[in-house]
């Protein structure tokens, strides 16, 4: 297996803020908002602000499906929280009036994974139909452990997690990404951004459709608490 491609519970930007990030975003936390306003500042407003923010919006399973081939999502370019919000009133509306929900071209898994499983038959490794569609067993080829990884990412943005907050270091091919993961009572999201010590790169704001209003006004709320405190800039 290839477990450089990927490491779960990877100390990431947040273990720098927080001495225990794995309980500052539980319910019960002491100075929760509090946590909350600043992992944001550091991990959604500072990209922002510096025009380096994508927002990737997935639908597409439903009803327990998993199929690669079935997720879709929309990617946009976000300057302003009011761009993301345009973006969430584009799938309201496609939404009341039965329209397909906007899509990007490209897959997120089923063209990556089918790249990844033709270049290890080049090499001569033989994949079977158990390997090619459970998705436990891609790390057993190259790239495989990192699409796993985002599998699991998007799996849990759909139907859910208990965990209020994990980390994750993946190797992608725009380079080293640390995933930030949030399930929290306010909306669920992934916030998938360069490590600390990158000199550039995107940074993503991955969220399910369904979570397009309240994962917004979160951020919207953080955004403002953040400037009443003197944390922005």
């Not at 602000?49 to 990737?56: M, S």
């Not at 990617?75 to 302003?80: D, K, L, M, Q």
């Not at 139907?159 to 399930?183: K, L, M, N, Q, V």
Request: hydrophobic share 40%; net charge negative.
């Amino acid at each position: 297996m290839h477990f450089k491609e990927a490491k779960e519970h990877a100390p990431g930007r947040l273990h720098a803020l927080f001495a225990e990030p794995y309980s500052a975003f539980e319910n019960d936390a002491m100075e929760r908002q509090l946590h909350l306003v600043v992992a944001l500042k550091a991990l959604f407003e500072a990209p922002l602000r510096k025009g380096q923010l994508l927002l990737r919006v997935i639908h597409g399973w439903e009803n327990g499906n998993a199929e690669p081939s079935a997720l879709a999502h929309s990617e946009h370019r976000i300057g302003a929280l009011a761009d993301a919000q345009a973006v969430a009133e584009r799938y309201q509306r496609a939404t009341e009036r039965g329209d397909q929900l906007p899509s990007s071209s490209g897959s997120l898994l089923a063209t990556p994974l089918a790249e990844a499983i033709a270049a290890a038959e080049a090499q001569g490794q033989s994949v079977d139909d158990e390997t090619r569609h459970n998705p436990a067993h891609w790390p057993e080829f190259a790239r495989g452990l990192s699409l796993y990884t985002f599998f699991k990412v998007y799996h849990r943005l759909t139907y859910g997690e208990d965990d209020s907050y994990r980390a994750s270091r993946c190797d992608t091919p725009e380079g080293i990404r640390e995933i930030h993961e949030f399930h929290l009572e306010e909306g669920e999201f992934a916030i998938v951004t360069p490590p600390t010590d990158a000199e550039s790169g995107d940074t993503q704001l991955i969220l399910h459709e369904s979570q397009l209003a309240t994962v917004l006004a979160l951020m919207e709320e953080c955004l403002v608490a953040a400037r009443k405190w003197g944390l922005v800039g």
